[in-house]
């Protein structure tokens, strides 16, 4: 090797001096006799590796890491489509993150923050180069002592890096100090790091070294291989990562023979030669986005103008060239594959593989770069293959880079920092589980702070030179995908993403302010975005995580859909200060950063007083949650496992459209029906609850003296706190005449069927019209709240309708609760042992179940839970008097499809033999309207009726009511009907399938 001394005598900027490092540092160069070794050649060396068989027992000990961290590579150009190896290899045998952001779409802030746990304005690592950025302001920070690869050396875990680390990583820092954390590393230094055929790398305490002619991404696999070979001879579990530069563009470093800096030259990505002819006329995606007729945008953007046919050229090129780069990654994933199946480790290695940040081409009319709040530059690959890791599937669950460190720890057993600003991402076991489910997450914050070079070929320059520094709020929930932007030019933007994937329409913008989103005018709806990024926008730890509760503190506000409830509006409108820049910095400065928010004397108090009776239903099951116990609440609100099918209940009905009809006469609107030959007001029902009194008053009385002064259908549970005599006695009194309305007995059939018997006749005698089976629970779902707090039943209050077991002085759950928190299988069967007669029976047959109620009673039989057209035909034909469409309110089963979903499969297979009914996530006369128009007969609320007799006991329950009555009115008018037999199919759309418009069902 020979040795390269240089040295300059002259000050230069940061971006020259960097060049000129090559000064006060000795390179020697690997002149290698012959070509790059291939990844294929270094597999076959190192297969011949000698592994001990103690190294690879304790290996699988515990489980390793292995990480592919590319640079710059793009999600929504759809670069992975490009890469079959890694498709082959992690998508088909992994799980694919699909909303998965940076925190700044910007190389060295953006890994900062993954390898932290922290968001940028908390490291403050905000730029590449100093002043504000490159590794010695990551030093300066006091980062170094503080980052995960410092907490996997304190666990136990052997840390190997191989490439990109940091940006102004050099020959002049590179050991003042060393990164802290390594057990062997080989990193790529600057000015060296992004020329793909001249790297220089740094191995361990050596000096740093230049491979001329050799290819940086084979070069990285390559000592990778090395360092796994190196980590099977040790006794410890190991964390290996692997960054390639790809597919960042090439950047070329001139320097005069006395190491002065000639010019520094970005072009595109270098292949390696064997991929260089690969994709002939590849191009650039044609988006609704690529170099939009009309501009786009905000600020700095908004001004650009059209690229032209030479400039479209030039970045097609770039985007292949980019493809290009990426095919050895691709086999790179390949090869380590395969290296850590021949180690017979793979399956014990969790492999991820992501990018720094995004990167756009022609967009919004951009060149080539990043740095922008746009998809494109934002949303970013995350993939992960492990143990436990579902296969082929798709998350879209809204993640971040300040989750990365988290989840690593959450995955290897180690103990998670409370600084923290992210939290572990959630890993499902198989494709379609449910996604352990948590309201709150469903934020991810991106920052940009810095002058106008978000490019690598043009110059965007303005008078200030300072204005490309925002705030980005993305927002995604069961209905919702949002993105919020505060530039410091003091411009909003509001895109939704649902409906405009491309950001081409702000709804932000003059002119539009009066549009609407998610049912709400969308000021308000920016109301709540401003205020949650207000509390974003410094946030720390937990406040990151959870800033609703920040904002909110006692309020239960833990999504953006419960801060749209209208008890709020006062204080987002106007007791909130609004988000605004004073000035365009060119970094995050701390000082200027204010308010931040103050729980004290800004933040919302749950017992604010409401001006006026509640609107809406959402707003009353506020103010009956701010009375509950939390207990009680969680009981009555709560679904089983990750309540995947509670949430659906809701959200379904926003994919059904209503289609008007107009110039009709609604003068007269009716809303009353006939339901199994009784009359009555409205074709609503009560659903039935258990354990009424639990929500305060009087339990089951005041919900059944609402419905009698409604003329109201109600199902009275058999577990409910006030016997069924004494209920319906409230209707006899309160109903005189013939027309009073049908009230309905609902039970659970026993393994033992006669002790179920008394419990008919009673209802039969009492004058119940009909009796309601629920035929969803042979066993109780996995409701965790009960799980965690058992619900019992105060001093006083009993199930009445019920035998239970002789009290033991100590208050007791139902059998069938107790069964459900049993901890053993032995367990399970002596509670069967010595209550199974009185349990809700597993063993109920389409053949004995029906015929044998007929032989005990002359009511009605109605089957609810019923949630196929299979098992509606089967109701039919054994003789059912009517169903109830039900998933027990997404109780039982989680991963079933909602109520809404489930109806027109029944309807259509029923075909009006029997009644259809509905119960399941209704919460607005327009869910009605949409339930009856889809087939239904009649529909069923149960949790709102709950509300209101917690909100305000009988009193309550009829506002409820009311408020449904009123909007069922108001909507059945505005579409052009007056009579509930009038509301039908045609009447409903849903969106197209080409995404835009609606088609009729």
Not at 151 to 159: I, T, V
Not at 457 to 466: D, I, R
Not at 818 to 830: F, G, H, T
Request: with cysteine; hydrophobic share 40%.
């Amino acid at each position: 090797p020979t040795d390269l001394v240089a040295s300059t005598k002259t000050a230069h900027p940061p971006e020259q001096r960097l060049l000129a490092l090559v000064s006060r540092s000795t390179f020697h160069h690997h002149l290698p006799s012959s070509p790059t070794v291939m990844p294929s050649a270094m597999v076959l060396l190192s297969a011949v590796a000698v592994l001990l068989s103690t190294a690879v027992a304790a290996a699988a000990t515990k489980h390793n890491v292995v990480f592919i961290l590319t640079d710059d590579q793009d999600s929504q150009m759809r670069s992975l489509d490009y890469m079959p190896k890694l498709k082959r290899h992690l998508l088909d045998q992994g799980t694919y993150y699909r909303k998965h952001y940076c925190t700044v779409a910007l190389c060295c802030p953006s890994r900062v923050s993954l390898w932290t746990g922290k968001a940028a304005h908390n490291h403050n690592v905000t730029d590449v180069m100093p002043p504000y950025g490159g590794y010695p302001k990551f030093l300066a920070e006091g980062l170094n002592n503080n980052w995960l690869p410092v907490w996997l050396l304190e666990a136990g875990y052997n840390n190997y890096y191989v490439g990109k680390l940091i940006n102004y990583h050099t020959p002049d820092n590179y050991n003042r100090p060393f990164p802290a954390g390594f057990t062997q590393h080989d990193f790529l230094l600057d000015p060296w790091a992004y020329e793909y055929w001249n790297p220089g790398f740094q191995r361990n305490e050596e000096p740093p070294r230049l491979y001329p002619g050799q290819y940086s991404t084979d070069l990285v696999l390559n000592k990778s291989l090395e360092f796994l070979d190196e980590a099977m001879q040790q006794n410890a579990p190991f964390f290996l990562t692997l960054a390639p530069i790809a597919p960042h563009v090439n950047v070329n470093i001139t320097v005069s023979p006395e190491g002065i800096p000639l010019a520094l030259n970005n072009s595109v990505p270098r292949p390696a030669a064997r991929h260089a002819d690969l994709f002939p006329g590849l191009k650039v995606p044609r988006t609704p986005n690529f170099n939009p007729r009309d501009p786009s945008g905000v600020s700095w953007v908004a001004k650009l103008p059209r690229l032209n046919e030479p400039e479209i050229a030039k970045n097609d090129d770039l985007f292949r060239q980019r493809i290009l780069s990426l095919q050895s990654v691709d086999d790179m994933v390949e090869t380590v594959v395969q290296r850590l199946e021949e180690l017979a480790i793979l399956d014990n290695t969790y492999i991820f593989y992501s990018t720094d940040n995004g990167y756009h081409i022609s967009q919004h009319r951009l060149q080539p770069g990043k740095k922008c709040p746009f998809e494109e530059d934002m949303n970013i690959p995350l993939i992960v293959r492990g143990p436990g890791v579902a296969k082929k599937a798709v998350v879209d669950l809204p993640t971040s880079h300040v989750d990365l460190a988290p989840t690593f720890m959450n995955i290897l057993g180690i103990p998670l920092k409370d600084h923290l600003d992210g939290a572990p991402i959630p890993i499902i076991p198989r494709p379609g589980a449910a996604v352990p489910n948590d309201r709150s997450r469903e934020h991810v914050q991106v920052e940009g702070w810095g002058t106008e070079d978000t490019n690598e070929w043009a110059n965007y320059g303005t008078p200030t030179g300072y204005n490309n520094t925002f705030k980005t709020l993305r927002l995604i929930g069961p209905s919702y995908n949002l993105l919020y932007s505060v530039w410091c030019t003091n411009e909003h933007e509001l895109y939704d993403l649902n409906t405009d994937a491309g950001q081409l329409r702000n709804l932000l913008k003059p002119g539009v302010q009066n549009a609407r989103l998610l049912g709400h005018p969308v000021a308000k709806v920016a109301s709540r975005l401003d205020g949650l990024l207000y509390v974003l926008k410094s946030c720390s730890a937990e406040t990151c995580r959870k800033p609703w509760e920040a904002l909110l503190p006692g309020a239960r506000v833990e999504s953006l859909q419960d801060a749209l409830q209208a008890r709020y509006d006062g204080f987002f409108e106007t007791s909130l200060p609004g988000i605004s820049f004073s000035s365009c910095q060119r970094a995050y400065f701390r000082a200027v950063s204010k308010p931040k928010i103050n729980q004290s004397s800004e933040a919302y108090s749950s017992r604010a007083p409401l001006a006026m009776e509640p609107l809406t239903l959402d707003e009353i099951e506020a103010l009956a949650k701010d009375k509950l116990p939390k207990h009680v609440y969680d009981f009555y609100a709560s679904g089983s496992d990750s309540q995947n099918a509670l949430a659906r209940n809701r959200t379904a009905f926003s994919k059904l459209f209503i289609r008007p009809r107009v110039l009709r006469d609604v003068s007269d609107v009716n809303t009353s029906v006939s339901i199994l030959g009784f009359q009555t007001s409205l074709p609503i029902g009560i659903a039935p609850s258990a354990m009424q009194k639990l929500a305060g008053g009087d339990g089951e009385v005041d919900v059944a003296k609402a419905a009698a002064d409604m003329s109201l259908n109600l199902t009275l549970s058999s577990q409910s706190t006030t016997s069924l005599e004494d209920v319906i006695r409230v209707r006899n009194d309160l109903q005189k005449s013939s027309g009073a309305p049908p009230f309905w007995m609902q039970i659970y059939l026993h393994n033992d069927m006669e002790k179920s018997v008394p419990l008919i006749k009673r209802a039969e005698a009492a004058g119940y019209q009909a009796l309601v089976l629920t035929v969803d629970t042979p066993v109780l779902g996995n409701r965790l709240s009960e799980r965690k707090t058992a619900v019992v039943l105060p001093s006083g209050v009993t199930l009445p309708n019920i035998k239970q077991p002789a009290p033991t002085g100590k208050p007791q759950p139902s059998i069938n609760r107790q069964l459900m928190n049993v901890r053993s299988a032995a367990e399970a069967k002596a509670l069967r042992e010595a209550h199974g007669s009185s349990m809700h029976s597993s063993s109920l047959t389409w053949e004995r179940t029906i015929k044998s109620l007929r032989e005990v009673t002359q009511m009605k039989v109605i089957l609810k839970g019923i949630m196929t057209g299979e098992d509606a035909a089967l109701a039919v034909q054994h003789g059912a008097d009517a169903i109830i469409v039900s998933n027990h309110g997404g109780r039982q089963l989680d991963d079933v499809c909602s109520t809404i979903e489930a109806l027109p499969d029944v309807v259509s297979t029923v075909r009006g033999a029997i009644p259809v009914i509905m119960d399941g996530g209704i919460r607005t006369g327009s869910d009605v309207f949409k339930a009856l128009a889809l087939g239904a007969d009649f529909v069923l609320v149960g949790r709102p009726a709950l509300w209101g007799l917690a909100y305000n006991g009988r009193d309550g329950v009829e506002t409820v009511m009311n408020i449904l009555e009123r909007e069922l009115s108001r909507t059945m008018a505005l579409a052009g009907v007056t009579n509930v037999n009038e509301i039908c199919r045609d009447m409903l759309g849903v969106e197209s399938r080409d995404g835009f418009g609606i088609s009729k069902l």
